[in-house]
T-cell receptor
Framework: DTGVSQNPRHKITKRGQNVTFRCDPI?????LYWYRQTLGQGPEFLTY????????KSRLLSDRFSAERPKGSFSTLEIQRTEQGDSAMYLC?????????????FGSGTQLSVL | KNEVEQSPQNLTAQEGEFITINCSYS?????LHWLQQHPGGGIVSLFM???GKKKHGRLIATINIQEKHSSLHITASHPRDSAVYIC????????????FGTGTRLQVTL
């Protein structure tokens, strides 16, 4: 399968624990995006990378959140000291930059539940 | 403020009906996407358009740039079309970062 892959699919954690999610984009895609989606809402932008450079971060991304894309391939999103409000679906998407109109391909998401 | 609004929020239709979902946005965009999300989270891109009209099978998407409005139509709807349909836009100057609407939950019954 050459689509966008996210792991794990589900994560249940206790408040205060750290969690890390992984996203493997489509191999030739140089842009990678993280979005967060809560129940009944559309996804909200968190951050994006072009190759290994993190070009933009949303104000939603508090200092407990950090994202990396060390070699310009896969990306990780870490949440430290999780809070119940962090419970959401975390979606990754990738695209190949060329113009601003490139099509995005989404992963299936990681569903985080903080107890 | 860059906003995207969709209507209706929920839609129930009988199999075979013609369905229209609407999306309006507040400021200039570089592209508009229609996406489909099934239970479990996976999002599939249906259309990306910046002008005019696109058709794929029973799905048709139109956009009116002057009126800042787009519609997604489904002809001869089928229960397998049941999903959440999301409109998302790239506002001018924001690269590919998408701003999403809250989605329209479609249920097609037999």
């Amino acid at each position: 399968d050459t689509g966008v892959s996210q792991n794990p699919r589900h994560k249940i954690t206790k408040r205060g624990q750290n969690v890390t999610f992984r996203c493997d984009p489509i191999s030739e895609h140089n842009r990678l995006y993280w979005y967060r989606q809560t129940l009944g809402q559309g996804p909200e932008f968190l951050t994006y990378f072009q190759n290994e450079a993190q070009l933009e971060k949303s104000r939603l991304l508090s200092d407990r959140f950090s994202a990396e894309r060390p070699k310009g391939s896969f990306s990780t999103l870490e949440i430290q000291r999780t809070e119940q409000g962090d419970s959401a679906m975390y979606l990754c998407a990738s695209s190949s930059s060329g113009t601003v109109r490139e099509k995005l391909f989404f992963g299936s998401g990681t569903q985080l539940s903080v107890l | 403020k860059n906003e995207v609004e969709q209507s209706p929020q929920n839609l129930t239709a009988q199999e075979g009906e013609f369905i229209t979902i609407n999306c309006s946005y507040s400021v200039g965009i570089s592209a508009l996407h229609w996406l489909q999300q099934h239970p479990g989270g996976g999002i599939v891109s249906l259309f990306m358009l910046s002008s005019g009209k696109k058709k794929h099978g029973r799905l048709i998407a139109t956009i009116n740039i002057q009126e800042k409005h787009s519609s997604l139509h489904i002809t001869a709807s089928h229960p397998r079309d049941s999903a959440v349909y999301i409109c998302a836009v790239s506002f001018t100057g924001t690269a590919s970062k998408l701003t999403f609407g809250t989605g329209t939950r479609l249920q097609v019954t037999l």
